[in-house]
């Protein structure tokens, strides 16, 4: 029980300071606020509210998260509105079953374990009827209802069949992976907002109030959540032109933001093949704001972290004598049609990347001493094209929850991929496991899969596979064996470690036997001698404890606060380098708040979209002449905290292994230019949050749908559809949000306090003018008007 405590630990040995938050508001408004209206306020009938016990006060401030909608290549997914108008009705209880019998709008009121398919397709029917306005969702934590499973938002076959990425699988694509999935997440809720009630004292209440019939159904829910027109999709928003005078007005910006990939040991030279350690570090849900993702994607970046420190700690010197190169990448907007790995393999070999203008320095005042870049499409970083080819592929996927005690799962075609086969034998290997877990294989392989192709997870992996065609294999080493865990449900909003504890003995495990897999594929540099190169990989890697200080630290900033300290002073030292190098006010980026949400958020300026500066003016993607001519020109980006964080990481884990190595504190980049310890060609010293300097090691990689690019010599936040546009990506975007949306709560008291309104103010309106008509004519009396 010990080791899933809360932790209060600290990476760096710092006292937690006071961090200030970056306004979200201008994308997220996710407050309900409900004001305290008197006889005067209302709802958007002819009737006026006001608000009275229990009203008055625990409610003025009601939390909540919204289902909203996202558009995609052919149509849209989600919540909403059907206008502009506000929908509103009596707050009504709905038990999953039986729909409320009324002949009013009433606002139906369920709990959260009922959120599944058949309850939603029969709130879907009502909706068609005219009654039913919107849904509020409780937060049953306190209810004393038995629930035997409680269900995932996703479909069944995840990312596969059915859904708008299945075009981007490899293999059988019908897997039920996620047994538990109801698919609610894709389905198109035009017209029926959403809103589930985060505080269960709060849902109590209203459960009370929709449950009590002696009330007379007087408590009012009023939405205000226009996501678009009906009919719309991700091409139509993004090039919206207004009527009026036919300008480009986007309605919608594209998901992604920034992966981030490092490679251990000297600099990447294209001497070497790469074998690379990856996982997704994002999570999704039908409530954006609840994608806590414990399991989905915390789990995954503690074990990748936690195996690049292992592997750190061999050092430069044994590194460089390994056959190849071992690089780690955690990718960003996976759960939306594996964006992140898709834009990285494409841009490293599939089919590789084009510069359609000459290479630049991203800082043309620094020359050398800044990262070669490119304009057209904007990369402020061109590293990723000094990595040799790529040899092989471990994924991890939802480590942190064991289907089976004492035991992972390795998930690779042994029959048709030589690498796959090499990598599931060194994975069960006898020196690869610890002293509390190893590794089997699937249900799925001792079956003999099936006549549609090996059964991937949908993992990074896929995309490499996809691309590759095959040529490039690997595995995907898991918690689950044939489905997700049923305990944390699949990108649910109970895939959070308060639901249920993620076991860090679990991760320390995981890492242990990722790093040791990492070094013998190195090691063995295609010779397919798993014994061999586990004993050599088994040597150097020791096995990670599960009270380690940096594990313990992390995660509490993970599962628990994204606004640890730890995360703060990476992502703030990381920000101050950027700031340094470019002159532009870079900041930490948006929080991952608290708990932390791996919801990935939109391609724009501020969730990591490059942009360059050309004199006075900034752009998106820039095809002219004149940068470099003014001092200030520069290539930047503003990743958010947790890829500010990751990249941090991940220099101060792999950038020790110098052989002359000395600790020099430093709180910026400029207090590390006369470190003498890096001594590779084309490597430099940084700052860490861990106060150290460095060798870095650390990129950021753009993740944005590959059908897209940004538009030519436009600020950012405009995409146009690229000419080389092959169709199978589902094109994911988010609409702007109005600053008007929300939900509000109220008692509803008729018409009679709006009269009395009315009438005082036309008697106090009589009086006024009776008053003036007589000032006036006393003034006129005395000669004074």
Not at 185 to 195: E, H
Not at 233 to 262: E, F, M, R, T
Request: glycine share 10%; charged share 15%.
């Amino acid at each position: 029980a010990k080791e899933n405590q809360q932790p209060s630990h600290h990476l760096v040995g710092r006292a937690d300071k006071p961090k200030t938050m970056l306004d979200l508001t201008m994308r997220f408004s996710f407050l309900l606020t409900l004001p305290l209206l008197v006889s005067g306020g209302g709802s958007s009938s002819s009737s006026s509210a006001s608000l009275n016990q229990p009203f008055t006060s625990s409610f003025s401030r009601l939390n909540h998260a919204a289902c909203v909608s996202l558009f995609y290549r052919n149509g849209r997914i989600g919540c909403g509105t059907g206008s502009n108008s506000a929908q509103l009705g009596h707050l009504k209880y709905f038990d999953g079953e039986n729909v409320p019998e009324t002949e009013k709008a009433y606002v139906a009121v369920m709990e959260d374990y009922n959120l599944q398919a058949s309850p939603v397709t029969l709130l879907m029917k009502e909706l068609q009827n005219g009654r039913l306005k919107g849904v509020l969702v409780l937060n049953s934590t306190n209810s004393n209802e038995e629930v035997e499973h409680w269900y995932s938002p996703e479909p069944q076959y995840p990312q596969g069949y059915g859904t708008p990425s299945e075009n981007l699988n490899y293999g059988n694509a019908q897997f039920a992976w996620n047994t538990l999935g109801s698919g609610i997440i894709q389905y198109d809720l035009f017209g029926l907002p959403m809103a589930y009630v985060i505080e269960s004292d709060v849902s109590d209440s209203l459960r009370n109030e929709a449950q009590d019939e002696s009330a007379n159904g007087d408590i009012v829910a009023e939405f205000t959540y226009y996501m678009g027109p009906e009919e719309t999709n991700s091409i139509d928003c993004l090039g919206w032109k207004d009527s009026a005078n036919d300008k480009w007005n986007p309605k919608c910006l594209p998901l992604g933001g920034s992966s981030v990939w490092a490679t251990a040991g000297p600099p990447p030279d294209q001497s070497k093949p790469v074998f690379l350690v990856g996982a997704s570090m994002d999570a999704t849900g039908l409530f954006h704001d609840l994608a806590q993702g414990s399991d989905a994607a915390a789990s995954n970046i503690l074990v990748l972290l936690m195996a690049a420190k292992l592997v750190g700690a061999i050092g430069d010197d044994a590194l460089s004598q390994l056959n190849g190169q071992i690089a780690f990448a955690l990718f960003q907007a996976e759960a939306h049609g594996f964006v992140g790995s898709r834009s990285f393999f494409r841009d490293v070999a599939y089919p590789g990347f084009q510069c359609n203008s000459e290479q630049v320095y991203a800082v043309p005042r620094l020359e050398e001493e800044s990262e070669s870049a490119c304009l057209d499409p904007l990369y402020p970083s061109l590293k990723f094209s000094k990595l040799g080819d790529i040899s092989g592929m471990l994924t991890v996927d939802q480590l942190g929850t064991v289907t089976s005690d004492g035991y992972f799962y390795v998930h690779a075609d042994q029959n048709n991929d030589y690498m796959g086969k090499f990598l599931a034998s060194v994975l069960k290997y006898g020196y690869t496991k610890t002293s509390s877990f190893q590794v089997a294989d699937t249900s799925a392989y001792q079956n003999g899969g099936n006549n549609n192709g090996y059964p991937y997870p949908p993992t990074p992996l896929t995309s490499l596979l996809s691309l590759s065609e095959g040529s490039v294999g690997g595995a995907v080493l898991s918690g689950y064996d044939h489905s997700f865990a049923k305990t944390m449900p699949y990108h649910s909003f109970r895939d959070s470690a308060y639901s249920h504890s993620i076991s860090l003995k679990a991760i320390a495990g995981a890492a242990t036997i990722v790093a040791r897999a990492a070094v013998a594929a190195a090691y063995d540099g295609g010779n397919y001698n798993y014994a061999t190169a586990s004993e050599y990989a088994s040597e150097l890697i020791p096995e990670l404890d599960h009270n380690e200080g940096a594990l313990v630290a992390l995660a509490n900033c993970f599962l628990y606060n994204g606004e640890c300290s730890d995360l703060n002073e990476y992502s703030t030292v990381r920000a101050k380098n950027e700031k340094g190098q470019t002159g532009f006010g870079i900041g930490a980026g948006v929080s991952l708040g608290k708990p932390p949400n791996f919801y990935a958020g939109v391609y724009t300026d501020v969730y990591g979209q490059p942009f360059v500066r050309v004199g006075d003016k900034a752009y998106g993607r820039y095809t002219g002449e004149d940068f470099g001519k003014a001092t200030g020109d520069a290539i930047a980006m503003q990743p958010t905290v947790l890829e500010n964080a990751v990249h941090g990481l991940l220099d101060d884990f792999l950038g020790r292994g110098s052989a002359d190595f000395k600790e020099k504190h430093c709180k910026k980049q400029s207090d590390c230019q006369n470190v003498g310890f890096c001594q590779y060609e084309g490597e430099s010293a940084t700052c860490t949050g861990g106060g150290v300097c460095v060798c870095s090691r650390a990129n950021f990689h753009r993740a944005l749908d590959e059908a897209l690019e940004a538009a030519e010599d436009m600020p950012t936040g405009y995409f146009v559809v690229s000419d080389n546009d092959q169709g199978v990506s589902p094109i994911y975007t988010e609409p702007y949000w109005s600053n008007q949306v929300g939900v509000r709560v109220y008692r509803d008291v008729g018409p009679l306090p709006g009269l009395m309104t009315l009438v005082s103010g036309a008697f106090a309106m009589a009086v006024s003018l009776c008053a003036g008509f007589l000032l006036r004519a006393g003034l006129q009396k005395q000669k004074l008007y």
